[in-house]
C-alpha cells in the first residue's frame, strides 16, 4: 500500500513539473531556469507545509510521491553546471543562491503558517 501511495503521487507530480517548466520557460524565455527553480520552491513551500503532517497517508502521497517527482535537485545541479561550463558564472551563481534561499524561505514561510 505505501509503495502505491507514492507511485500516486508520483504520477502526479512529475508530469506537472514538465508543464509547468515548460510553461515557464516559454513565458519568461530559456536563458534562465525559472522553470526549475519555481517547482523546486513550490515544491519546498509543500514540504513546510507537510512538515508537521503525522498523517503517514499524507506523507507518502504527497510529501515523498508527489514532492519527491515534483521537484527536482539533479536537474538543478546539472542546469547550474551546465551554466558554468557555458562561462555564464554569473546565472550560475545566481541560480544555486536563488535556488538554496529561496527554497530554504518557503519551507521556512509555509511553517510558519501552520
Known sequence: MNLLLVAAGAAIGAPLRYLVDRWITRWAGG???WGILLVNVLGSFVLGL???QPDRVVSLLIGIGFCGA???YSTFAAVTVALAESGRLRAATANAFLS???CLAAALLAQSIT
Open 70 to 72: 515534483f521537484t527536482t
Open 31 to 33: 536563458s534562465f531556469p
Open 50 to 52: 507537510l512538515a508537521p
Open 100 to 102: 538554496l534561499t529561496l
